[in-house]
């Protein structure tokens, strides 16, 4: 069965709501009325279709009809220019697809180039299974959606709700803080969302009490796309006691991978759980993870060698570190990519990130490497402290002697009013790297 498949399964069992946006609710019986008459406008015939995924009603209603009348859909950003969408379609005109390819997601490059993944009507069904199973959504809950819906993050959660049966709710990202906490107490029953580590720091900065209200209300909440700071998961825990809080790998090569539950008492940052029931997971000899199962990606749309390069044995091949322990548990431990060697050291900047975060004063931070004439890098960490009070640079350095070693304690300080990220909430290291002078490594 396909994602429009499930639709029309629950349609055809009556009146529950699908979607909520604004003042606008719509049924699944006509979600699934609208979806087809949309797919009849569009005609048949095997093509790629670029659209700016809005948040609203009718954006879900053209991507589901892109699939219904065979046709692959490639989601953009809700502000994408007209140029852009007519660049993004001819890009893919003469691309020869899968058989089963039903949308092109676009992730960033090392290059610049957004790279264009291939997802299957299979993919998209096998990764619902992993969340809906992994996860526990069911009929009743209500998803508040609140991310950009054309990156995985959000997208997964839209299918994986209208697959479970679920109320799927629309908020336009998290500048309304308080519209965002309306839309939580508006929904009758249970409710979950989907927030990065960024947006959860916002929230419990700028409105942990009323987070704290929820407590009875919040089936869970699941983070993921970038690491999350022990800090703010014990803060967290303590604000929903009563809720599951998952930390999830994925990434849109790999699909879902594994999530875990880290509001179970243990708490362990860098621990994303147990393998979901359609991946599959490997340790290379290296400490890298590869990636299987039906919830993998079916290649790059139209970069045939980095299909071959990444996509191997039927595994993804990531740069992402980790290890499976005894209990069956896999821990992240950064990216290969990341690593800065400081005079034969290696440091991963994700654990300085950790350390710092743990600090009164620091609000965010990223740690970069910066050219050294004795020891080929040195590091440096910028600094968005708390409230804006100045940065005591001092005794940041002390205090972060005291929970690393003595090569990982960054050499160089600076106050930021802000963190550069990249638009799924992950720190834009390149930037950073890009900025510095000479050896990147």
Not at 309 to 318: K, Y
């Amino acid at each position: 069965m396909t994602l429009e498949d499930h639709i029309a399964k629950h349609a055809a069992h009556g009146g529950a709501t699908a979607i909520v946006c604004g003042g606008e609710r719509i049924t699944y019986s006509r979600l699934f009325a609208d979806v087809a008459h949309r797919a009849n406008e569009l005609g048949g015939g095997r093509r790629v279709v670029a659209f700016p995924f809005k948040p609203c009603i009718e954006s879900i209603e053209r991507y589901l009809a892109i699939h219904l009348c065979g046709c692959v859909a490639a989601p953009m950003p809700k502000d994408a220019t007209q140029d852009q969408l007519e660049r993004a379609a001819q890009r893919f005109a003469h691309c020869p697809l899968p058989a089963d390819a039903a949308d092109i997601l676009f992730t960033t490059g090392s290059t610049g180039k957004p790279k264009a993944v291939v997802w299957g009507n299979a993919t998209i069904v096998a990764n619902a299974e992993n969340l809906i199973a992994g996860q526990g959504f069911t009929p009743g809950l209500n998803f508040v959606v609140s991310g950009p819906l054309n990156h995985i993050g959000s997208l997964s959660k839209i299918q994986a709700t209208l697959i479970a049966g679920a109320t799927l709710w629309i908020a336009d990202g998290l500048r309304d803080i308080n519209g965002f906490y309306d839309m939580m107490e508006r929904c009758e029953g249970k409710v979950a969302t989907f927030l990065v580590p960024a947006s959860i720091r916002i929230l419990l900065q700028l409105g942990r009490e009323r987070l704290g209200r929820l407590a009875d209300k919040v089936a869970f909440i699941e983070t993921g796309a970038a690491p999350i700071a022990l800090t703010d998961m014990l803060a967290l825990c303590a604000t929903l006691p009563k809720s599951r809080l998952y930390n999830t790998y994925a990434s849109t090569e790999t699909g879902i991978v594994a999530s875990y539950d880290f509001n179970d008492g243990r708490c362990e940052a860098g621990c994303v759980g147990r393998v979901l029931k359609n991946a599959l997971l490997r340790v290379d000899d290296d400490g890298t993870l590869a990636c299987g199962g039906r919830s993998i990606m079916l290649g790059y749309a139209d970069d045939e060698a980095l299909t071959r390069e990444t996509l191997r044995g039927g595994f993804v091949h990531t740069h992402d570190v980790g290890r499976v322990g005894s209990d069956g548990m896999l821990r992240l431990a950064g990216r290969n990519d990341d690593i800065i060697n400081v005079g034969g050291y290696k440091v991963n900047p994700a654990e300085v990130e950790e350390a710092a975060m743990g600090d009164g004063q620091v609000a965010d931070c990223v740690c970069v490497a910066v050219a050294h004439p004795v020891t080929g890098h040195a590091l440096k960490l910028w600094v968005v402290t708390t409230d804006g009070r100045p940065l005591d640079k001092r005794a940041l350095a002390m205090a972060l002697r005291t929970r690393l070693e003595e090569h990982q304690v960054p050499q160089l300080y600076e106050q930021t009013d802000s963190i550069r990220r990249t638009f799924n909430g992950k720190l834009d290291r390149e930037s950073y790297k890009a900025e510095q002078p000479g050896p990147k490594g």
